[in-house]
């Protein structure tokens, strides 16, 4: 078999790119997660995130893979996938009437606490979270600032430190429907956090961002399958603590931009020209979409593989934010 089908890795795929892949990886696939609209995958039970695709193609199909052989799990009623370094697993709680984005988060988290521990992968290294009116009041509190309020709980609760040592690398967008999605990449050995010292970490944002911080660090590496990996946090136009160019969506970007080549420049031997580099970039106007393209392909060049979202930003006056993974096996 080529090597590439056995490398731990992710790739992002059309519909027609998709059943070739997942038969090439057959037996080595940790997780799908869909963007868009919804295909059959026969065979697969993917996550379906309802955030349309942009740039032509009607669905996005995220996909990790290991160069181990994976086996399935579950636990908690969460299920998920290992392969003896990490363990996926993903969860969708319905909002039910009374429930609040802080009360499922905390569940949420409580969950994730409890499956990660039982396989004893007790190491965040990556989680996504997806929820519709990301940006609206619920009870007197933004509903993303109701999520910080319950997953800071969980964390207390479940007797994780906030700090570099168990803080997960993270993105947290607007969805357009549906319940609260969580999807998660947890390892034995503990990844290596990285901050931006441009940036407060996150953890340390003053209360004028809400009642509890988020918890996330900017960026976090770990060497899985032989591949030095570094997953990128959504990444966006903050500078310390505050949204800079409010309103001005090219000078959004070109700071989340910087702020991502800060987070890069702490990569030991970085260098553009190896490896491979993968984004999701979420926006929350579609017609930003080739401004926003033509400075990503300048910064990364054509190489580097950029799927286009249509979504709300945790904080209102975000136009835009950017996560990535970089892969490197020759480190
Ligand atoms: C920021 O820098 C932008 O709450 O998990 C980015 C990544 C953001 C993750 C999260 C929030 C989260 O504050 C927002």
């Given amino acids: 078999m080529p090597k590439s089908s056995k490398q731990f890795g992710l790739a992002y795929l059309d519909a027609g790119e998709i059943g070739a892949y997942l038969d090439k990886h057959s037996g080595h696939v940790l997780s799908v997660i869909g963007f868009g609209h919804a295909l059959p995958l026969p065979g697969y039970a993917p996550l379906w995130v309802d955030i349309p695709v942009l740039g032509g193609h009607d669905s996005s199909i995220e996909v990790w893979t290991s160069d181990l052989p994976v086996t399935a799990c579950e636990h908690l009623g969460i299920s998920g996938t290992a392969d003896g370094q990490v363990l996926f697993g993903s969860l969708t709680l319905e909002q039910h009437a009374g429930d609040t984005l802080e009360t499922l988060a905390e569940q949420a988290y409580m969950r994730i606490f409890g499956f990660i521990d039982h396989f004893g992968y007790r190491n965040l290294l990556r989680v996504w979270h997806y929820f519709p009116q990301i940006n609206d009041d619920e009870n007197g509190l933004e509903r993303y600032r109701g999520f910080n309020v319950g997953r800071h709980a969980s964390f207390v ?44 970490s996150a953890y340390h944002y003053p209360k004028l961002f809400g009642p509890s911080s988020p918890i996330f660090v900017r960026a976090m590496s770990a060497t899985l399958g032989g591949q030095y990996c570094f997953f990128i946090s959504g990444t966006a136009s903050i500078v310390g603590y505050e949204t800079l160019h409010q309103g001005d969506a090219e000078k959004q ?7 991502i080549r800060t987070l890069l420049q702490q990569i030991p031997h970085y260098d553009p020209d190896q490896g491979r580099m993968l984004l999701k970039v979420y926006l929350r106007h579609p017609e930003h979409l080739e401004m926003v393209q033509s400075k990503v392909q300048a910064e990364f060049g054509s190489a580097c593989k950029a799927v286009y979202l249509h979504s709300n930003i945790c904080r209102s006056d975000l136009l835009l934010e950017i996560e990535g993974a970089y892969f490197n096996d020759t480190q």
């Fill in 253 to 259: 970007t070109a700071e989340t931009l910087t702020n």
């Fill in 157 to 200: 609760a479940n007797g994780r430190q906030i700090g570099e040592e168990s803080v997960p690398a993270a993105s947290a967008l607007g969805s357009n429907s549906g319940s609260l999605v969580v999807y998660f990449m947890a390892c034995k050995k503990r990844g290596t956090a990285v901050e931006n010292p441009r940036q407060v």
